[in-house]
């Protein structure tokens, strides 16, 4: 084995080493999708992976598809019927690979093989219509095809029929709106409402029961509730006013999720990613696994580069890889792949906790398992097992020039660790220490 093959080997080696320590947040490294990369516009309101491996993002000026590499802007308009919208807010891939699209004025239909929007413009019987804007559109186990526009109610297309509940008391329209839709595992279909509790579908009876309070009278109509998602039969429910809620149907007990201090902020979005509950907000992105009691805040920060991008969390979307992305208000889109390994990162900052520089020279670990990170124009740093960074101040080191040149533990001690530098020295013996004659290796 070479000594290029040896070095790329004790490189992943201490690599391996440092993904086993635990760190909260570097196990988070987001890829951005922004305008540098072709995105029409940074406000993204809707995500979607359709069946053929595309990414689509919903923007608030345009419809985006992107294949990883690059991004083909489309506009939402309907040559024929002359009309067309380009704020995207919600969107929806049916049987036919159909991707329905809905924007800020009804719900357009577009057929990827033609490449054509065609807008919908069936009626119900009650001669409502698909006009509003669309906050979701999902399907239900048996294949009906749900649309939520809050200022009009709930429409259901059975086939080529469309159905329309209106759900709320229209003399309370400003008051009580749907705002969004749940299907849970075993098929039912649930609608958060602002002011008017939840509402689940009665197939039998083709109507929404309503459900204003849990059996101790805790009000749910007091709720304005953003998005709902499943786990272990709650409902989690994202609260605008600051709070994540949940919600048994079966016990009718209703709580509130107190492990993460959203009270600040508003909460749009909840999504259930394994084990943990991530929640959306206005300050960024909480993480929450009940069954550990440990709660993971993201937020953005300009000098990480693999931070989110923006702390306004708009929607949030996983994959069938398990890849969570997330549309900012102002950041465009960061993705969190799910990768089998994870490797912690490391980077500089402003900060004295972090390294000292981005130039790795060499790398050791020590009999305690601390790992002596040696820099080219930064000296030494000591990452702790706990995650910690030591930065070896000048002083202590008596080096002349700081230039860390190789840093190696010498097989005639395992206590004292040697820095070669202008000089060589054991940092740990600082009552004795030496000038010693240089000892420059690979340089």
Known sequence: MNDMKKALLTLLLVLLHLSAIPNNYSSYSFLHITGDNGLSQSHVKAILKDSYGFMWFGTKNGLNRYDGTSILQLDCDDYVAKKGNHNISALFEDKDKKLWVGTDRGVYLYDMMLDTFTALDDKAESGASLDNWVSNIVADSVGNIWVVIPDQGVFRY?????YFYEIIDRNNFKKETPDCIHVTSKGEV?????????????????????????KDNNSLTALSINSI????GWLIMAIQNGRIMKYHP???????LDLADVSHTFVRNVSMHGDEIWAGTHEGVYI???????????????????????????TMYEDDEGGMWLGTMFGGVNYLPNRGLIFEKYVPLNTGQSLSSKRIRELVEDKKGNVWIGTEDGGVN????????????????????????????????????????SGVFPPSSSDSRQRLKPRLSGV
């Open 158 to 162: 059975a086939g080529k029929k469309l």
């Open 190 to 214: 649930w609608v958060g409402t602002w002011g008017a509790g939840l509402f689940r579908y009665d197939t039998a009876k083709d109507k929404f029961e309503q459900y204003k309070a849990d």
């Open 229 to 232: 998602c499943e786990s272990d």
């Open 250 to 256: 079966r016990q009718n007990i209703l709580r509130s």
């Open 288 to 314: 929450i696994n009940e069954k550990k009691g440990t709660v993971v805040h993201l937020k953005s920060n300009l000098i990480e580069p693999f931070s989110l991008s923006d702390n306004i969390i708009y």
């Open 382 to 421: 000591i990452l702790s097992r706990s995650g910690q960074i030591t930065r070896m101040a000048k002083a202590a080191l008596t080096i002349t020039t700081f230039f860390c040149a190789s840093v190696a533990v010498p097989s005639i001690t395992a206590s004292n660790i040697l820095v070669a530098s």
